[in-house]
């Protein structure tokens, strides 16, 4: 497993209104590059999967996928690498709310970010970013996320590269309402056969944990934001 590298996490949430709503929980991410991705051992093998079904596009490859809704957005990365932040197909379930592309060009630069979120009904939709110098982008929100965050507003995503350290933090300011904020912090950690049976516990487990969360919020009282008819995009 020498070509991926996991990061131990933690994910906060923190919902500053109507209702005020705040957790924390343990997790784990993968970062592989989608042309290498790592040999798991036969018997584990079904602990960490990683499928181009799983994510945007429709061919078996996730290199095809990434290049062909690149190409859409005017974007030709020449064959330059792409490294992939995700979570990974445990048993036959996956759970990847956002899963984050690094693009680069072939001398090594990076071209842009790739931010595919993925919602609680099974659908996915991506936003194309330019970072500025501190790793940072706006972009307008045109995806139904959650039936408890408003179908409008603006994310500011903040998306350095990892390194030996994971800091992400994205930021949904709706209009007129208080903002929610969604941080991944995390350490590196060596893609070992102990840390593949860590993470596969944790994926599964966080999973019950968020859709536990939602339970709360609705008997707290926070208003349900019905889909629109597509069920994907708001209006």
């Known amino acids: 497993m020498t070509t991926a590298t996991l990061y131990r996490c933690s994910l906060r949430h923190v919902r500053t209104g109507p209702v005020r709503h705040a957790f924390i929980y343990r997790t ?15 018997p584990l093998r ?16 996730l290199r095809r996928n990434l290049d062909d809704y690149l190409a859409t957005q005017g974007v030709d990365l020449g064959g330059g690498q792409i490294l992939m932040l995700t ?27 790739v931010a595919e979120v993925h919602n609680t009904y099974g659908g996915r939709h991506c936003y194309l ?13 045109d995806f139904y996320v959650s039936p408890f965050l408003p179908l409008t507003g603006t994310y500011r995503m903040s998306l350095p590269r990892p390194d030996h350290q994971l800091a992400l933090t994205v930021t949904l300011r709706p209009e007129g309402g208080a903002p929610f904020v969604a941080s991944l912090r995390g350490t ?10 860590a ?3 944790a994926t599964l487990l966080v999973r019950l944990k968020i859709r536990r ?13 019905p ?3 597509s069920g994907e995009r708001a209006p």
Do not use: E, M
Not at 31 to 37: E, K, Q, T, W
Not at 46 to 61: E, V
Not at 129 to 141: E, I, S, Y
Not at 188 to 197: F, N, Q, W
């Open 227 to 229: 889909r629109t008819p």
């Open 46 to 61: 079904p602990l960490a999967r990683f499928l181009a079904a799983d994510h945007i596009g429709r061919s078996p490859s």
């Open 129 to 141: 970013l330019h970072p500025d110098a501190r790793d940072a982008a706006h972009v307008d929100k």
């Open 213 to 225: 969360q939602g339970v709360s919020l609705y008997l707290k009282g926070l208003p349900v934001i």
């Open 87 to 113: 979570h990974a197909r445990v048993l036959g379930h996956v759970f990847n709310p956002l899963t984050v592309y690094w693009c680069h060009r072939p001398d090594g630069t990076q071209a842009c970010v």
């Open 199 to 201: 993470a596969a516990f």
């Open 28 to 42: 784990y991410q993968w970062l592989v590059d989608v042309d290498d991705l790592p040999t798991i051992p036969r």
């Open 188 to 197: 590196l950690r060596a893609a070992t056969v102990p840390g593949l049976l």
